[in-house]
């Protein structure tokens, strides 16, 4: 559970003001035209995919592994907890990243 006193346990509250968030559902709305468009995101991508969720990921996993159960397949299975992982992400890479993908100019700025 964890001592209320740590700050991991909240979350921040966000003032961003009513044309702010506007703004970043139209960015948010041209990224994902465009990552839909040269199919980007793989198929195998669950989280924060429109119609996709973590309940469909634990589904499809495990539709997998019985599968290979099934087939008399040994499986192993490692899970990593990439909790906070973003935040560690060097924002230079990720610009790369996201020209090297075809964003233009504008949208990676």
């Not at 700050?7 to 139209?26: A, D, H, N």
């Not at 709305?29 to 973590?54: A, D, L, P, Y």
């Not at 087939?71 to 560690?88: I, M, Q, W």
């Amino acid at each position: 559970m964890g001592k209320k006193e740590g700050p991991g346990k909240y979350r921040p509250v966000s003032f961003t003001s009513i044309p702010g968030k506007m703004m970043e559902q139209l960015i948010l709305g041209v990224i994902n035209k465009h990552m839909e468009e040269r199919k980007i995101i793989g198929s195998g991508q669950h989280g924060f995919t429109r119609g996709k969720s973590c309940l469909t990921n634990l589904i499809a996993f495990y539709d997998g592994m019985t599968s290979w159960v099934d087939e008399g397949r040994a499986v192993d299975v490692v899970y990593l907890d990439f909790s906070k992982a973003f935040d560690t992400v060097s924002h230079n890479i990720l610009i790369s990243k996201l020209r090297k993908c075809g964003s233009d100019e504008w949208t990676v700025r």
